[in-house]
């Protein structure tokens, strides 16, 4: 008789044992995927292990095998398990994440294919490296050719020749026929990065994203799968790639947040490419301008290997940066709510000269919030803890939290006063304004909310490409990757979104956010001038981004970091418990802090207390944080403690290892 574990996805971390019928016993093997009895249902499980002897009688038999050949490899299937253990979730649930979605339903399956034998491609756009690229290439090639886990974290102002040393050390990888993988941030927003490996390396590369249709993107995973594609660039998930022989793993903009997924597994795409290149003997390569915390302490400590490329290619100076001091421009009355004296003026200048402006405000709608000037009343969200944004285009006041909407008021609904008065703006404001103030300029506005269609980010990104407009306004999403030779100005409308933020990373997400919208002017002959606006124009974070200085940022921000003793001199995890009934979680959430301190017993347990939005959709939230030196061995013990709890009812439990914000 022989007998095979399988996980299923569900919240409970357990392998379930089936005996395996006769006439499957040829074909049972470690990574397929089964159709198994579970209670009344039949569901899809994987194989993860096959016992020779199990001590339970009457085990329920596998239904039948799905796949011909194994659709997760060993290997995978212990990058999910560490997955699992350090993220707490079930095994289950991990590898889940691992396999694309066309594959979950159990319809498809998938054989097996003789590895193809490719010949090296023609590299026609080689470049000759400069001396900093080429003493870094000399460093990464060592550890390639070696076989060995490093890391190396790649420091590099913008336009430096980062992108050029990827391309080189994946050349390498192809001349022995091993696969690399390459991480960007989100493929829409970074079409350039991935047409210039494309351009490059031709068929060899495979793009892994969600805007991949179902049988475009199993086409593409099965090219990865078969050694055809030794190249996969893809968001966050594609770590997971089925990849051949994998010698070389690239995370491009590793400081970058979206590497975080925000729903079960909780994993962040960055560490688990270090996992993965330990388990398999690769090199990992961090790319940035502005390293995150952890990856330059990491650095300076030695555990990573520091590479700096400090020469812009080209010769072309980075950006001169002006901080505005919107307090001085409300006092001289040159403020006209958006636009500073310098910021109108520059614009005018960009117009006449028919160049471009990007125009940057990290905050979407056209007012933040409405506030009756009688009673001071401020129109909020029925259902979450948060104030309604309004929307020009869609004259409503929107909850940014759940998109619930409504009419904005004409009086006040608590007094009745007639005096409403709108504050605050966001980039349909600094649209608006541009209409009013330059009329002859033609502009766009990219922002979650102008792009919910698919293909819109190629749309707007292709008339700013061709001119047919010259000035751009957005969120983030403007901030990334883009090169545009014509953009002699980039303004920050406001850099106090970001930095006003409840979160101890705000200082660092300003610097980051400001160096990279600086990065987008002046990459061409033209030069180019960054203006920001500030209320906080002394603050750090602005001065040293205004500077382009990321060593004087990491000094002031790893300071504080160490007062506080937080990331990187810890790791948090936060535990978030939700549920329709104050008393409940606030209930619930004291009793499992309580059970936390007997049992898990990091450095530090804050709280239970509200989240910063302490109530979406009806549900309220609250938080326990934990602070730990040793977060795998904290998590190991969160996890088991979780699964041996009984679930308290009407209450969920979130557990969120090394959080994006606290
Ligand atoms: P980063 O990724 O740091 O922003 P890139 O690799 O994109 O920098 O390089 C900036 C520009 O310089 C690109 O147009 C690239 O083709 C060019 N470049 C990079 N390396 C070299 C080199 N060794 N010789 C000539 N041009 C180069
Ligand atoms: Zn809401």
């Not at 020749?161 to 493929?187: C, D, F, R, W």
């Not at 996890?639 to 709890?645: A, F, R």
């Amino acid at each position: 008789m022989k007998y095979a574990s399988v996980v299923i996805r569900i919240p409970i971390e357990k392998a379930f044992t089936y005996s395996v019928p006769k006439s499957a016993e040829g074909a049972i093997y470690i990574g397929k995927r089964v159709w198994v009895p579970f209670g009344q249902r039949r569901v899809v499980g994987y194989v993860v292990d096959l016992p020779d002897k199990v001590d339970v009688k009457g085990l329920k038999s596998i239904e039948s095998i799905i796949d011909e050949a194994p659709i997760i490899s060993e290997e995978l299937l212990r990058l999910a398990r560490w997955v699992s253990n350090y993220y707490v979730c079930s095994w289950g649930e991990a590898i889940d994440a691992v396999i694309p979605g066309v594959l979950k339903k159990g319809k498809t399956s998938i054989r097996s294919k003789a590895a193809v034998k490719k010949k090296a491609p023609k590299i026609s756009d080689k470049l000759e490296p400069t001396a900093q690229q080429g003493k870094a290439l000399k460093a990464i090639y060592s550890s390639l050719d070696a076989g060995q886990f490093s890391v190396f974290l790649l420091h590099g102002i913008t336009a430096s020749g980062k992108t050029e040393v990827y391309m080189q050390a994946i050349s390498h990888m192809l001349k022995e026929n091993k696969s690399s993988i390459v991480l960007v941030p989100e493929i829409s927003l970074t079409p350039q990065t991935v047409e210039r490996f494309k351009s490059r390396f031709g068929d060899n590369v495979a793009v892994m994203h969600s805007g991949l249709v179902g049988s475009k993107r199993f086409h593409e995973y099965k090219r990865i799968r078969d050694g055809e594609a030794r190249i996969v660039v893809g968001a966050r998930s594609a770590i997971f790639s089925p990849v051949k022989d994998l010698g070389l793993v690239i995370v491009d903009e590793e400081h970058e947040t979206s590497y975080k997924q925000e729903n079960v597994p909780r994993y962040h795409a960055r560490e688990v490419a270090i996992k993965r290149a330990e388990l398999t003997h690769s090199t990992v390569i961090l790319g940035t301008a502005t390293p995150s915390l952890e990856s330059y302490h990491k650095a300076l400590k030695g555990e990573y290997r520091l590479i700096e490329l400090t020469e812009r290619m080209k010769d072309i100076d980075l950006p001169k940066v002006k901080i505005i001091d919107m307090r001085r421009e409300l006092y001289k009355r040159h403020y006209a709510t958006v636009f500073s004296r310098p910021l109108r003026e520059s614009i005018e200048r960009v117009i006449a000269r028919k160049q471009q402006a990007m125009l940057f405000l990290n905050r979407r709608g056209f007012s933040t919030f409405i506030n009756c000037k009688s009673c001071g009343n401020v129109e909020r969200c029925k259902r979450c803890d948060s104030v309604l944004v309004y929307h020009y285009s869609k004259k409503k006041l929107i909850c940014h939290y759940c998109n619930w909407s409504v009419d904005p008021p004409n009086i006040c609904p608590k007094c009745r006063g007639s005096y409403v008065k709108y504050f605050g703006m966001g980039t349909e404001r600094v649209e608006s304004e541009l209409h009013r103030y330059f009329p002859e300029g033609r502009s766009d506005r990219m922002d979650t909310d102008t792009t919910r269609k698919r293909g819109s980010h190629d749309k707007i990104l292709g008339r700013f490409k061709r001119h047919n407009i010259n000035i751009l306004v957005g969120t983030q999403m403007i901030a990334k990757g883009l090169d545009f030779p014509k953009v002699t100005l980039v303004g920050v409308v406001s850099a106090d979104t970001t930095l006003n933020l409840p979160d101890f990373r705000a200082s660092e997400r300003t610097f980051n956010l400001l160096t990279q919208v600086a990065g987008r002017a002046g990459r061409g002959k033209e030069g180019g001038e960054v203006i920001i606006q500030t209320y906080a124009p002394e603050h750090y974070a602005i001065t040293t981004a205004s500077k382009h200085d990321y060593g004087a940022f990491y000094k002031r921000e790893i300071s504080y970091r160490k007062e506080l003793n937080l990331p990187p001199f810890t790791n948090i995890i936060r535990i978030t418990l939700k549920s329709r009934k104050a008393e409940r979680v606030i209930k619930v959430s004291k009793d499992l802090a309580g059970t936390l301190k007997k049992r898990v017993g990091s450095d530090e347990i804050l709280g239970p207390a509200p989240a910063v939005i302490s109530k979406i959709r009806n549900q309220y939230r609250w938080n326990i944080i934990l602070k730990t030196k040793e977060s795998e061995e904290s998590s190991r013990r969160l996890k088991t403690l979780l699964s041996s709890l009984r679930k308290p009812s009407g209450v969920s439990i979130a557990v969120d290892v090394d959080p994006i914000s606290v």
